[in-house]
T-cell receptor, first 113, second 113 residues
Framework: EDQVTQSPEALRLQEGESSSLNCSYT??????LFWYRQDPGKGPEFLFT???AGEEKEKERLKATLTKKESFLHITAPKPEDSATYLC??????????????FGTGTSLTVIP | DSGVTQTPKHLITATGQRVTLRCSPR?????VYWYQQSLDQGLQFLIQ???????AKGNILERFSAQQFPDLHSELNLSSLELGDSALYFC????????????FGEGSRLTVL
């Protein structure tokens, strides 16, 4: 069964305290892994796409990496404005039902000043 | 602002009723996706339309239906509503037929009493 699991469910960091969020997946026919940020009451906002193991993408204080079974979102020296829920999603080809897009349940990050 | 517009923002109705949610994609995007987000289930993919045709189908209930019109806006119809249908319903759009960098609207919050 296709599954996307994110850990931890919630993370509290002091401002400047670096850490990593994990996204593990069991999906056959992976076409890509995506990271989104979601603020309360808002729709998710696209951050990164990763297509193959070993690939890395960076944006400001965020860096996403991908292996064959999981992805990490590294947050370096976070600031309070980085507080949000971070969602991981995988795209898999499902034949006659088309490309399916599975989201994890997210990691709620709180950065304390 | 993602450029995706959803209406209404909030909707309160009773069990057994029928509602219609509306979505206008970003200018130039041909794909529209519908997602349901509840507290215990995360973002669940419902259905995708590409240029007026159904492209991919997720866990959409038979009581739910959607369509995409020639002007590319989409409607999600929810009928015979149950308490468990209470959730945030997001619409997203993308340029091409494959999901990936999705642009999400602000969502429609449905409360079924």
């Amino acid at each position: 069964e296709d599954q996307v699991t994110q850990s931890p469910e919630a993370l509290r960091l002091q401002e400047g305290e670096s850490s990593s969020l994990n996204c593990s997946y069991t999906v056959s026919g992976l076409r890509g892994l995506f990271w989104y940020r979601q603020d309360p009451g808002k729709g998710p906002e696209f951050l990164f796409t990763l297509y193959s193991a070993g690939e890395e993408k960076e944006k400001e204080r965020l860096k996403a990496t991908l292996t064959k079974k999981e992805s990490f979102l590294h947050i370096t020296a976070p600031k309070p404005e980085d507080s949000a829920t971070y969602l991981c999603a995988v795209q898999a080809n499902r034949g006659n039902t088309g490309n399916q897009f599975y989201f994890g349940t997210g990691t709620s990050l709180t950065v304390i000043p | 602002d993602s450029g995706v517009t959803q209406t209404p923002k909030h909707l309160i109705t009773a069990t057994g009723q029928r509602v219609t949610l509306r979505c206008s994609p970003r200018s130039g995007d041909l794909s529209v996706y519908w997602y349901q987000q509840s507290l215990d289930q995360g973002l669940q993919f419902l259905i995708q339309y590409y240029n007026g045709e159904e492209r991919a189908k997720g866990n959409i209930l038979e009581r739910f239906s959607a369509q995409q019109f020639p002007d590319l806006h989409s409607e999600l119809n929810l009928s015979s509503l149950e308490l468990g249908d209470s959730a945030l319903y997001f619409c997203a759009s993308s340029v091409g037929p494959s999901p990936g960098e999705l642009f999400f609207g602000e969502g429609s919050r449905l409360t079924v009493l």
